[in-house]
């Protein structure tokens, strides 16, 4: 059914228990629905197996992504060359996270549309330098909870 509407836009698939249901129908339904902005799949027991499903997201349009709440332990290189995203919430996984790894996947044209990114309660490892933070437009990062002291990184500059 979800195949059909060409036309839509924002698609929210919380809780909806898709780890058991995402990867058969996955790619197909991406690849049908170029015209999708938001796509949100929070609180879904996603792992990060799940990636080689949406990257037929490249070809879209994708504005928010929204990955909160899974299982997830980073992202794939390839979001990095998603040219309109704006916000990433990637909070709440439950995995470890390398976070210069992840931050470094997002470098390529995502670099320079980001406004924001939330990746609080996380638990992100590695260590934070000021190069790995070189985001032009990014107005909102939310690193609640996420340990990555002892201290942050001297001249911090977004």
Avoid: W
Avoid at 17 to 40: A, G, H, K, M
Avoid at 55 to 81: A, H, V
């Amino acid at each position: 059914m979800i195949l059909r509407l060409r036309k839509l836009i924002s698609l929210s698939l919380e809780g909806c228990e898709l780890s058991q249901v995402v990867y058969p129908y996955s790619s197909s339904f991406l690849n049908s629905s170029s015209s999708i902005d938001t796509l949100i799949l929070n609180n879904n027991n996603l792992t990060s197996s799940m990636y080689r499903s949406l990257f037929p997201l490249t070809r879209n349009k994708l504005r928010i992504l929204d990955l909160s709440g899974n299982i997830l332990d980073g992202i794939p290189k390839y979001l990095g060359n998603l040219c309109n995203l704006e916000r990433l919430y990637f909070y709440n996984n439950s995995a470890v996270v390398n976070f210069p790894d992840f931050l470094n996947n997002l470098f390529g044209c995502t670099s320079l549309t980001l406004q924001g990114l939330l990746v609080g309660h996380n638990r992100l490892i590695g260590k934070l330098s000021n190069e790995t933070l070189r985001f032009q437009n990014l107005s909102l990062l939310g690193m609640k909870s996420c340990n990555l002291g002892p201290h942050f990184p001297d001249g911090f500059k977004l």
